[in-house]
């Protein structure tokens, strides 16, 4: 279970998140909705540890382990994924190499065995049809020269080898068409799982069509607003942020 | 010989009071050149006329030229006359007796890079059984390259047993006077390899200068000579990834391969030299001159290098396309971290028709790297038809380090086709943390990206030198971030 509290996090010496607290229990998605510049993307910065997002308060653990304590990698093995919205290409890296030393690092990490050649092989070709990827693609670079729809299917892919407690996807129907969401979407479903929390960030209600959350939280100026039933999103769909906007913003 | 006897008295008297490093085992001479010490080396080494003749007319050559400044790196003066230009070979009991005693530092950075247990004595100079063990596999090496008619052995020994060959090429890819440092090499060269494969003959493995580490102390001055007669293939590999120090501060080799009609020649290099300390104080100098000559028609030379040692490195593998449809190929990575300087390309010079060549060159620099690609491709009027394609990529790592792209070309003959592609990026900040965000280390993130960066030079290796390439990239750019 992700318990976030009081979070207050800054970047480049602005205050972003101002506040935020947010429980996701084991087995739960979440979706988070909100405006441009609410501090969605942040929040799943901050969630992961990368560089120059500042955590100036509040606390944040995943199953009890204090995970503003550890480094990128060490959030990673500790069990949180982050779906890219920008995933980022590794020309001359293949996309079954990198993803058996991520593997391997992880479970290093977690003092369990490294995977050999053939039964990461094995795992790999079995995960990779829950989001229709390719055979080929999985030889190809990381990301490089990936179309929109390839590069979210490869995240997914990810996701499903690095079995992960926490799933954090950002904005992951970003550059979608409506049947490279569908595919995303089952491989999501098909990885919801009693032990794992998933927060899903998104602008549009549509991804939530596929991916039914069990809660919908909005995020507005860094702080939860309102949250409520999966019903929140489609009246958010069509009267908008206005009433939630501060006075302020 | 009783004159070169004369004259090695006469050195050395002279040089007695100007000190010897030694003056009981009188193994080194004295620092200085001139005609003397160059006699004294073609003495020592038991040399024919001829060759101390050749020596010479390069020491004549050096004397009137003027070391180089045209290259972009920087270092202090260097003063000729302080160098000791002969040290004998050194005996087992001057190296450490034990791995116990040496550098742990050394050894950790074998057991990182994966060189196997019997390799680590031996590089580290350790006078143990493993030595004998490479004497032996040395010889039945020789024994079976014997077979068939090929000739593998060390530069001193071919002036021996095969004068005619060493004779008939020696000069005729790189003259003395072709440029400061060759003019130099050809006057003081101390050891390095010859290689003959005969005719129509498929070299049965990879040569490489591991199985002569003990055979000679090539030192700092090598000479090595490669010869591919008509319709026979060879395979060299020169160097290790095991970081190699020495006493000697310049290196300024030569190695010069000649590939007849129909014949191949695959020259690998993997040279990781002491790069000096984090400030640079103490790294290599290396100053090496390597060209290949494509003879014969259809013949086909192809370099590959990884680059990561050395305070400097100044070096640029060349073909000389001179066979009709002949093939040159240059694949290089050079890495450059800390205060390292390395500028370093190719030369592909087509005078046949139809001659094809590739150039692929990596940058990588990190620190206060500095990284320069320096090629040339010249099309002569004869070369009818001639097609180069250059791709230099270099990548960044860190806000503090250089790197610098410098392709001349000349075109003579309308009918040539010529590409050339660049590209400079930078690791990112976002590559690291979608690396780290999969669970890789920060160190081993930057390894895999360097290494995907370099993959196509990478694969140009052979399959074991390869492996150990790709671990090298990911030690020497230890530290190179945060």
């Not at chain 2, 300087?341 to 060549?357: C, E, F, N, P, V």
Request: glycine share 8%; net charge negative.
């Amino acid at each position: 279970m992700l318990k976030i509290t009081d979070l207050h996090a800054e970047v480049g010496g602005t205050p972003i998140l101002k506040g935020l607290s947010l429980e996701i229990p084991s087995g739960e998605v979440h979706a988070i909705m909100g405006p441009n510049g609410a501090g969605k993307s942040t929040l799943s910065y901050v969630l992961s540890g990368r560089e120059g997002y500042e955590v100036t308060s509040g606390s944040v653990t995943l199953d009890g382990v204090d995970l503003l304590a550890l480094p990128v990698e060490e959030r990673a093995a500790a069990g949180v994924f982050l779906a890219f919205q920008y995933p980022v290409s590794i020309p001359g890296v293949s996309n079954l190499y990198f993803m058996r030393a991520a593997l391997n690092g992880v479970r290093k990490q977690r003092g369990e065995e490294e995977l050999d050649a053939p039964s990461f092989m094995r795992l790999a070709r079995e995960k990779a049809k829950l989001v229709e990827l390719s055979p080929e693609l999985l030889k190809r670079s990381v990301n490089d020269g990936f179309s929109g729809g390839e590069k979210k299917r490869n995240e997914i892919f990810q996701m499903a080898l690095l079995e992960p407690k926490l799933a954090i996807l950002d904005e992951t129907d970003s550059g979608l068409d409506i049947d490279a969401l569908r595919v995303v979407s089952a491989g999501v479903n098909g990885l919801r799982d009693p032990k794992r929390s998933m927060l899903v960030i998104t602008h549009y209600q549509r991804l939530l069509d596929y991916i039914v959350p069990d809660r919908v939280h909005v995020l507005v100026d860094g702080k939860i607003a309102e949250s409520g039933g999966a019903e929140l999103a489609k009246q958010l769909e069509r009267d908008g942020y206005a009433e939630h906007r501060s006075p302020a913003a | 010989m009783a004159e070169a006897t004369q004259e090695i008295d006469q050195v050395l008297k002279k040089s007695y009071g100007a000190g010897f490093v030694t003056d009981i085992e009188q193994d080194i001479i004295a620092p200085g050149l001139d005609e003397n010490t160059v006699r004294f080396i073609s003495a020592k080494k038991e040399e024919p006329e001829w060759l101390l003749q050749w020596r010479l007319s390069a020491l004549r050559a050096w004397q009137r030229m003027t070391e180089p400044t045209w290259a972009n790196v920087h270092y202090p003066k260097i003063d000729y006359q302080s160098i000791s230009y002969f040290a004998a070979p050194k005996r087992p009991e001057d190296g450490p007796q034990s791995l116990d005693e040496v550098d742990p530092k050394l050894l950790e950075t074998y057991e990182k890079l994966g060189i196997p247990l019997h390799e680590r004595a031996i590089l580290a100079g350790v006078a143990v059984d493993a030595v004998f063990d490479s004497v032996s596999v040395h010889t039945s090496f020789r024994g079976k390259l014997a077979e068939e008619g090929i000739i593998f052995m060390s530069f001193s020994e071919a002036v021996k047993e095969h004068p005619e060959l060493v004779r008939k090429y020696l000069g005729t890819v790189v003259p003395v006077r072709d440029n400061y440092f060759a003019a130099l090499n050809s006057a003081v060269f101390s050891d390095g390899s010859f290689v003959y494969i005969p005719e129509g003959v498929r070299c049965p493995m990879e040569l490489s200068t591991y199985f002569r580490i003990n055979a000679a102390n090539t030192g700092q001055f090598e000479r090595t000579l490669i010869i591919a007669d008509k319709g026979s293939h060879v395979s060299y590999l020169e160097g290790c990834t095991a970081p190699q120090r020495d006493e000697n501060q310049l290196h300024a080799a030569i190695v010069e391969l000649v590939a007849h009609e129909d014949a191949e020649i695959k020259y690998s290099t993997v040279q990781n030299w002491y790069p000096g300390d984090e400030d640079g104080k103490g790294g290599i100098y290396n100053f090496v001159t390597k060209r290949g000559l494509c003879e014969g028609a259809r013949s086909k030379i192809s370099w590959t290098q990884v680059e990561t040692g050395s305070a400097i490195t100044w070096k640029y593998p060349s073909c000389v396309l001179k066979g009709d449809d002949s093939v040159g190929e240059f694949y290089s990575v050079a890495l450059s971290n800390h205060r390292q300087q390395a500028d370093t390309g190719t030369k592909m010079i087509h005078l046949g028709k139809r001659t094809r060549s590739t150039i692929v060159s990596k940058g990588i620099s990190a620190g206060h790297g500095r990284q320069t690609y320096r090629g040339g491709v010249t099309i002569a009027r004869s070369a009818e038809g001639a097609r180069n394609y250059t791709q230099c990529d270099s990548l960044l790592i860190g806000g503090n380090c250089q790197a610098h792209t410098v392709p001349y070309v000349d075109v003579k003959n309308p009918t040539a086709k010529l590409e050339h592609e660049a590209t400079t990026s930078r690791i990112g900040e976002d590559q690291l943390f979608y690396c780290r965000q999969r669970g890789l280390s920060e160190e081993d993130a930057v390894s895999l990206i360097v290494n995907g960066f370099a993959k196509e030079v990478l694969k140009e290796l052979p399959m074991e030198f390869a492996v150990e390439a790709q671990k090298l990239l990911g030690v020497s750019l230890e530290g190179a971030i945060g």
